[in-house]
């Protein structure tokens, strides 16, 4: 029997019906093409006052999307829907694009390929264009790399936990200037790279990611406010290229925006104070200043959300974004709650004053958890780029996806209309 496409999109609705099928086969097609993660879309589960289940499923025209470590569309799971949006631009005939990767996906192209070949795709990464990238760079470049990898690992993470655990500073800000340098180094070495692209530079410096982490995560911890939202940004720059649209992306856009609307805020308030004409004229330069970088990072934040859930209206952007700071303070509480012995059935918490009750909380954890990357919306599980079935772009909107539209009330969607390429006649093959 054969997976009939017109049973996919049916849903068993129609005359056609499911193919009879053993139970090993089918243990079979969901080890190679399920998805599986501990938390569907933290935003929009807060938002519909539903509980954020862990999910394992199935969505056959999903798993015919090929990998690639800089992915170029994003994935959204609410209840049994899998959403699926461009991430970038897109023109007709660019192939729809998913990561495989778990957590190595920030990590050189040794690590990656390591994962990839465990999981029984050895050589795929070196497919991708990232692992291409990589393996024909120089071998000062890769050493950077895979050094950078090997402290934040080896070094950086359990001394991080360890500080962390004991609540002292003075180890953290002996990381957090090991940080500084290792991520120099990384940056030195990529910009010595000839005949490279911007793009590709990012690429390169995606495979230190992490690093990049720990110096903000260090800075934010040694200097509080004080900390250089630069950093962020860094962060910010690489997850476009690694998971966008996925939850780190909208997550740290939304962190920057945030920062840098406090800085502007901030600025404002000077400015009143100011009373001496040279005391306004420098807090009004400031305030200028700070009203760009407020708007770039507001810009950097529509991206971030656009990409993760398509062209939404402003309302709705805000309604999001609501809904984000709040999945995101009830994590952190239930965090620092679980850290004193407590849950959130032993006491209660607020959220900006308002009592919140938790309605499920998923155990991420245990042996048979599914390592989640970056967030909980990355895709652990694998299909078959061999099989060379593709999904591509068949028609796409004249106008750029990434423009900011100013029109109050809502944007007209545009659709990126796509359609399957290349079906192999075996697609009933496990790996579909």
């Not at 006052?49 to 798993?63: A, D, M, T």
């Amino acid at each position: 029997t054969t997976l009939d496409p017109r049973f996919w999109s049916s849903r068993g609705k129609s005359d056609s019906q499911a193919p009879q099928i053993s139970s090993s086969r089918l243990l079979s097609i969901l080890q190679n093409c399920a998805v599986a993660d501990g938390l569907q879309d933290g935003t929009c589960m807060t938002l519909r006052h539903q509980k954020p289940f862990g999910y394992v499923g199935l969505w056959p025209e999903l798993s015919l999307v090929n990998h690639s470590s800089s992915p170029n569309i994003s994935t959204v799971v609410i209840k049994d829907r899998m959403l699926v949006h461009a991430a970038v631009e897109m023109s007709p005939g660019d192939e729809l694009l998913r990561s495989y990767l778990g957590a190595s996906i920030t990590q050189p192209l040794p690590q990656r390929e390591a994962e990839l070949a465990e999981a029984g795709w050895p050589g795929l990464e070196a497919s991708t264009a990232r692992g291409a990238l990589e393996s024909q760079v120089s071998d000062n470049v890769r050493e950077v790399l895979q050094g950078a990898w090997q402290w934040f690992s080896q070094e950086a993470n359990p001394r991080f936990s360890q500080a962390n655990a004991a609540e002292t500073l003075g180890p953290l800000k002996e990381l957090l200037e090991e940080a500084e340098q290792i991520v120099s180094e990384v940056e030195e070495a990529v910009e010595a790279e000839p005949g490279l692209s911007d793009l590709q530079r990012i690429m390169l410096r995606a495979s230190a990611y992490d690093s990049y982490d720990m110096l903000v995560v260090t800075d934010e911890f040694v200097n509080q406010e004080r900390a250089n939202p630069g950093h962020l940004l860094y962060c910010l720059e690489l997850l476009r290229v690694l998971a966008p649209g996925s939850e780190s992306h909208t997550s740290v856009a939304l962190k920057y925006d945030s920062i840098m609307r406090d800085r502007l805020l901030m600025a404002e308030s000077l400015f009143k104070k100011s009373q001496s004409p040279s005391k306004r004229k420098q807090a009004a330069t400031i305030m200028k200043t700070c009203a760009k970088e407020a708007e770039l990072a507001g810009s950097y934040c529509l991206d971030a959300y656009i990409s993760r859930y398509g062209w939404v209206s402003v309302d709705m952007f805000e309604t999001l974004r609501q809904g984000t700071e709040v999945h995101t303070e009830a994590l952190e509480q239930m965090s620092i709650m679980e850290a004193q012995g407590l849950s959130e059935t032993t006491k209660d918490f607020s959220i900006n004053g308002v009592n919140v009750s938790v309605v499920d909380k998923v155990d991420l954890g245990g042996a048979n958890a599914v390592p989640s990357g970056l967030s909980s919306s990355q895709a652990t599980s694998s299909g078959s780029n061999d099989s060379r079935a593709s999904i591509q772009v068949v028609e796409a909107p004249s106008s750029s996806t990434n423009a900011v539209r100013a029109e109050k009330g809502g944007w007209e969607p545009e659709m990126v209309e796509a359609e399957v390429q290349d079906m192999p006649d075996n697609i009933n093959s496990d790996a579909a």
